[in-house]
Nanobody
Framework: QVQLVESGGGLVQPGGSLRLSCEAS????????MRWYRQPPGKERELVAH????????NYADSVKGRFTISRDNAKNTVYLRMNSLKPEDTAVYYC?????????WGQGTQVTVSS
């Protein structure tokens, strides 16, 4: 069955870094663009970063440009989100998303809390 399993979240101080991972199974990974979304407390889910099927194209929300980097390893069926210079406003549940032409899959989310 299809699974997207996120890991790497946690508590970090402002200015710190984290790397999120999302391991996929149950579908042909390189047929899907991959995205990271986040949902801050009390707010709607928002798109953070996008990477194309083979990694040739990436896009970022303005709020994370220059701080976050999305990447993927198709041999490992895994997408990553490297987050540097973290701010309290980056606190959210982060979700991995696989976006195909017809189907769309979601992970269960991983909590990131930025606080001193």
């Amino acid at each position: 069955q299809v699974q997207l399993v996120e890991s790497g979240g946690g508590l970090v101080q402002p200015g710190g870094s984290l790397r999120l991972s999302c391991e996929a199974s149950g579908f042909t990974f390189n047929n899907y663009a991959m995205r990271w979304y986040r949902q801050p407390p009390g707010k709607e889910r928002e798109l953070v970063a996008h990477i194309s099927n083979y990694g040739s194209s990436t896009n970022y929300a303005d709020s994370v440009k220059g701080r976050f980097t999305i990447s993927r390893d198709n041999a490992k069926n895994t997408v990553y989100l490297r987050m540097n210079s973290l701010k309290p406003e980056d606190t959210a549940v982060y979700y991995c998303n696989a976006r195909g032409l017809v189907q769309n899959y979601w992970g269960q989310g991983t909590q990131v809390t930025v606080s001193s």
